[in-house]
């Protein structure tokens, strides 16, 4: 199976809402998930199982950054203990939505102090009815 990603309906929401200058909140955080992880268009940060092992948990991106059209955002994760990882999530300021969604092609097995930089890319293009 190849690697799937997705930017789901909650994240899309979020986002113009924050655009439109409703109450929402930007792009803030990833974390690992495990057990299942499916990358469609109707999961939902409820839906996911984050990592609970340390190190692997929700934590603020390294960077969050945009320019020219495209978001880009990433996270290093070291193990603090031992996990499989399926994939990852982004996720807003209040880890409320999901705003993208990663699913490996394979299982990471991670042991403690091993890396895993994780990377999403967003790219905005104009629409026009």
């Known amino acids: 199976m190849a690697q799937t990603q997705e930017v789901p309906t909650e994240g899309l929401v979020e986002a113009a ?59 290093t994760f070291t193990a603090g203990a031992a996990a499989t990882v399926k994939g990852f999530g982004a996720f807003n300021d209040d880890n409320d939505a999901l705003m993208g969604i990663c699913c490996f092609a394979a299982d990471v097995s991670m042991e403690i102090g091993d890396t895993l930089k994780n990377t999403m890319t967003w790219t905005l293009s104009d629409q026009t009815a």
């Open 17 to 75: 809402e924050l655009l439109a200058g409703d109450a929402a909140t930007c792009i803030q955080s990833m974390c690992c998930l495990k057990t299942t992880c499916t990358a469609d268009k109707d999961q939902t940060a409820a839906g996911v199982t984050k990592c609970t092992e340390s190190g692997l948990t929700i934590a603020d991106c390294d960077s969050v950054a945009g320019a020219a059209g495209v978001i880009t955002a990433y996270h």
